[in-house]
T-cell receptor
Framework: DAEITQSPRHKITETGRQVTLACHQT?????MFWYRQDLGHGLRLIHY???????NKGEVSDGYSVSRSNTEDLPLTLESAASSQTSVYFC?????????????FGEGSRLTVL | TQLLEQSPQFLSIQEGENLTVYCNSSSVFSSLQWYRQEPGEGPVLLVTVVTGGEVKKLKRLTFQFGDARKDSSLHITAAQPGDTGLYLCAGGQYGGSQGNLIFGKGTKLSVKP
């Protein structure tokens, strides 16, 4: 069955370190998204991609970057982790437009920055 | 900035009771989606409504999109413990890119046996 997987599921890091969260989907979806979920804020969009070599900033993109070298993967990099980036991160993909189609979410990556 | 307000934030009820969750905005949306999220997992789509006034039913769940496309409701009849979870509404923005799906903060539902 097609799926979307995130790794690692849990990570603890220190302030200032670079961290990369992996996201891999086997649906062959063109559209991929990264969200963070925090108490009191819900799901907020960090970056998204419509296809290979395409990346776009979302609502809360400062301090994050993504790259799309193939259809299956959209890794999220925190260049210099900050305590404010402690959160649960969700990757998602969709075949068509997210607003009228379906977002398929991964199980999440819980990141703690000490 | 478009916002989606969900109410109530928390809801704890007994098995068999009925409940309604609301999703409201001052903005007009092209579509409205409802997701359910269980602890330790990602959200899963329940339904998408795209037409003002549209009503969709999914077993004991009834979803309605407001006539003006600014609000939506989720009604659960005879709630069961398996309905426990975080319910999220998400609005599609007119003229926005595919990335512009705005999520509400969620309603955490607990159904006690």
């Amino acid at each position: 069955d097609a799926e979307i997987t995130q790794s690692p599921r849990h990570k603890i890091t220190e302030t200032g370190r670079q961290v990369t969260l992996a996201c891999h989907q086997t649906w062959n979806h063109n559209n991929m998204f990264w969200y963070r979920q925090d108490l009191g804020h819900g799901l907020r969009l960090i970056h998204y991609s419509y296809g290979v070599q395409d990346t776009n900033k979302g609502e809360v993109s400062d301090g994050y970057s993504v790259s799309r070298s193939n259809t299956e993967d959209l890794p999220l990099t925190l260049e210099s982790a900050a305590s404010s980036q402690t959160s649960v991160y969700f990757c998602a993909s969709s075949r068509g437009q997210a607003s009228t189609g379906e977002l398929f979410f991964g199980e999440g990556s819980r990141l703690t920055v000490l | 900035t478009q916002l989606l307000e969900q109410s109530p934030q928390f809801l704890s009820i007994q098995e068999g009771e009925n409940l309604t969750v609301y999703c409201n905005s001052s903005s007009v949306f092209s579509s409205l989606q409802w997701y359910r999220q269980e602890p330790g997992e990602g959200p899963v789509l329940l339904v998408t409504v795209v037409t003002g006034g549209e009503v969709k039913k999914l077993k004991r769940l009834t979803f309605q999109f407001g006539d003006a496309r600014k609000d939506s409701s989720l009604h659960i009849t005879a709630a069961q413990p398996g309905d426990t979870g975080l319910y999220l509404c998400a609005g599609g923005q007119y003229g926005g890119s595919q990335g512009n799906l705005i999520f509400g903060k969620g309603t955490k539902l607990s159904v006690k046996p």
